[in-house]
């Protein structure tokens, strides 16, 4: 049976991991140019004291790594911009839309430009920005259009095959994965699949999820078995999320 509790508790970590992007324009977390300071959430490290925020950071990706080694691609689907917004373009409602084209440019577009905003707004706040470009600053212009045109390529173009070949860290997971690692296992010993194609079609990176949902390439989100179980019913699904 899925756990019914995963996927809002993976909705709210989203909704955290945007808000916290979203503080950075904001200026709560930056690095003030200026005055040389790094400035997180009203405290602030300057040169002698920057290695503590540093060190909190360190810790944090190898508490991602260590998670990575435990539960798979956690990071992906719980926190990934490219994840939220293949669960938003490639949901079974959007495929079958023919409007499906447009909705992929809107969103591309939106979080192209927040993603670059996020990025040069952690060194110049968004005040800065515009006289800058209005002045004619080329760097600032050349750099905030190269990362627009960049997250337009990976989100229109690439999509779910960077996150298959070209993120590094599925190249990280693929490493770490171990027999010890969490994965989605399919198993019908009862032969009770009706080949609804429900859990292929649900699914943000496309797989083929009876026989890829225990590939790297799964980011473990749990969505194929809650389509599974609205086939079958809860207590009947074929997909369950298997830590060993």
């Known amino acids: 049976m899925p756990n019914s509790k995963y996927t809002p508790r993976r909705r709210v970590i989203q909704a955290i991991s945007v808000l916290f992007l979203l503080s950075i324009p904001l200026r709560f977390v930056c690095f003030d140019l200026e005055n040389e300071i790094l400035r997180i959430f009203g405290k602030d490290f300057g040169l ?15 508490y991602v ?27 079974p409602k959007s495929k079958a839309s023919e409007t499906r084209p447009i909705k992929v440019w809107l969103w591309a577009t939106f979080w192209s430009v927040f993603l670059t905003e996020v990025i040069l707004s952690f060194f110049q706040p968004l005040g800065n920005q515009l006289r800058l470009i209005s002045s004619g600053n080329m760097p600032i212009i050349g750099i905030g259009a190269a990362l627009i045109a960049g997250f337009m390529g990976l989100f229109v173009h690439y999509q779910e095959h960077f996150c298959k070949k070209g993120c590094p860290y599925a190249l990280i997971q693929m490493l770490l994965q171990s027999d010890r690692t969490r994965t989605m296992k399919f198993a019908n010993p009862e032969k009770t699949c009706t080949n609804c194609r429900g859990c292929d079609d649900i699914c943000p990176f496309n797989l083929r999820t009876r026989f890829e949902s225990k590939s790297t390439d799964c980011s473990n989100c749990n969505l194929c078995a809650e389509a599974c179980a609205d086939e079958l019913g809860p207590e009947n699904t074929l997909f369950h999320l298997t830590d060993p």
């Open 48 to 62: 002698a004291t920057m290695f503590y925020p540093l060190f909190a950071i360190v810790g944090l990706l190898l």
């Open 65 to 91: 790594l260590y998670l990575s080694m435990k539960k798979g691609r956690i990071f992906c689907s719980h926190m990934c911009p490219m994840h939220m917004f293949l669960e938003t373009v490639n949901s």
